[in-house]
């Protein structure tokens, strides 16, 4: 069964400009988190989808969003692009939304923001 | 709120070493699960165990242990006989039932290095 799968792998983009992430997750798995990791912050949730609709969300500004579609495809998408948005993106799926549900992680984008 | 410290930021181990890597963690549910992740140098961070807080057995997966004290807040990972293929940085994670968030709150990581 292939893995999840994130496109594109390596992103440079200007401050000020948007970004959309994509993450395809394991076959059958209907939940997707995404998470942030840098060096200084380390990693950490930004939210979650499943069935569609957004089920948690971390503490991020506004300009994080993101969106999963009916095959539970999801993206994610950052508008006006900072310095600090630099990092590498995680995608995580999971069969359901219970809590004992492992996450297996994507190979992540690496956005890097000049 | 919840919380995972991984006090050692990096070990370094000649191969065939056991190590062990230290995970404590904070939490007010008494219903949660503890995970530990590992991050090789590709970047994907590969899910290695599961663990319930009902559940205190240790749990040994061939070179691999982990032990879980509720009474200290812990769930240590050890890699006996170590490989070079253990480099990598390693992540302990929680997840609450209580408050149904799913989100996993990680432990800043420890980087192992096997050196041959």
């Known amino acids: 069964k292939a893995g999840v799968t994130q496109t594109p792998r390596y992103l440079i983009k200007t401050r000020g400009q948007q970004v959309t992430l994509s993450c395809s997750p394991i076959s059958g798995h209907r939940s997707v988190s995404w998470y942030q990791q840098t060096p200084g912050q380390g990693l950490q949730f930004l939210f979650e989808?499943?069935?569609?609709?957004?089920?948690n969300k971390g503490n991020f500004p506004g300009r994080f969003s993101g969106r999963q579609f009916s095959n539970s495809r999801s993206e994610m998408n950052v508008s006006t692009l900072e310095l600090g948005d630099s990092a590498l993106y995680l995608c995580?799926?999971?069969?359901?939304?219970?809590?004992?549900?492992?996450?297996?992680f994507g190979p992540g984008t690496r956005l890097t923001v000049t | 709120a919840q919380k995972v410290t991984q006090a050692q930021t990096e070990i370094s181990v000649v191969e065939k070493e056991d190590v062990t890597l230290d995970c404590v963690y904070e939490t007010r549910d008494t219903t949660y699960y503890l995970f530990w992740y590992k991050q090789p140098p590709s970047g994907e961070l590969v899910f290695l165990i599961r663990?319930?807080?009902?559940?205190?057995q240790n749990e040994i997966s061939g070179r691999y242990s982990w032990n879980f004290q509720k009474s200290t807040s812990s769930f240590n990972f050890t890699i006996t006989a170590s490989q070079v293929v253990d480099s990598a940085v390693y992540f302990c994670a929680l997840s609450e039932a209580y408050t149904g968030r799913r989100a996993l709150t990680f432990g800043s990581g420890t980087r192992l290095q096997v050196q041959p």
């Open positions: 995580a799926s999971s069969l359901e939304q219970a809590v004992r549900d492992e996450q297996y």
């Open positions: 989808y499943f069935s569609e609709t957004q089920r």
């Open positions: 663990r319930n807080s009902f559940d205190e």
